[in-house]
């Protein structure tokens, strides 16, 4: 039995310690938002925090996230609704498909928890690793720098 706390709730889960984490997420505790993309942790589509480190869920062992904080698309949010990135990627429309978006806002969370102003250089960076099929980089781009309280 693994015990994974997922959006501050415990969890106990029946599943071999080397499950990935992306699986134990979507098909054990029905938390959907996390994508499959790749697999291989290219993409970052699956894209969680695990003690507040951006971390690709589909190579991470549920045996390694065991007795660490994860947070996942379904908790990333404020005391009053949206998370500023969420607010901010509305407000600009980032997403067009929307498949790898749920990645890159927890990507882009990471980078803002610990670079709360980041330059252009950081953000494309942190952000190299996410990749959106519908290009939507600039827009990214900018919803960042909305949520960081920059002009863009």
């Not at 039995?1 to 984490?21: F, K, Q």
């Not at 938390?31 to 970052?44: M, Q, S, W």
Request: glycine letters at 12%; a negative charge; proline letters at 5%.
């Amino acid at each position: 039995m693994i015990e994974l706390n997922v959006n501050g709730v415990v969890h106990h889960v029946d599943a071999p310690s080397d499950m990935p984490l992306l699986w134990a997420l979507r098909d054990l505790l029905g938390l959907h938002g996390t994508k499959f993309g790749c697999g291989i942790g290219a993409c970052g589509a699956c894209t969680v925090h695990v003690d507040g480190d951006a971390t690709r869920a589909c190579v991470t062992a549920i045996g390694d996230a065991q007795g660490r904080h994860i947070v996942t698309i379904e908790g990333l949010h404020g005391d009053h609704g949206d998370h500023p990135l969420q607010h901010a990627w509305k407000q600009v429309n980032v997403p067009q498909c929307g498949y790898c978006q749920p990645g890159q806002i927890m990507q882009a969370a990471a980078l803002l928890a610990q670079t709360p102003k980041p330059t252009d250089q950081q953000i494309d960076d942190a952000m190299m690793g996410n990749i959106c099929r519908c290009g939507t980089y600039q827009r990214i781009k900018t919803a960042i720098k909305m949520a960081a309280g920059e002009q863009a």
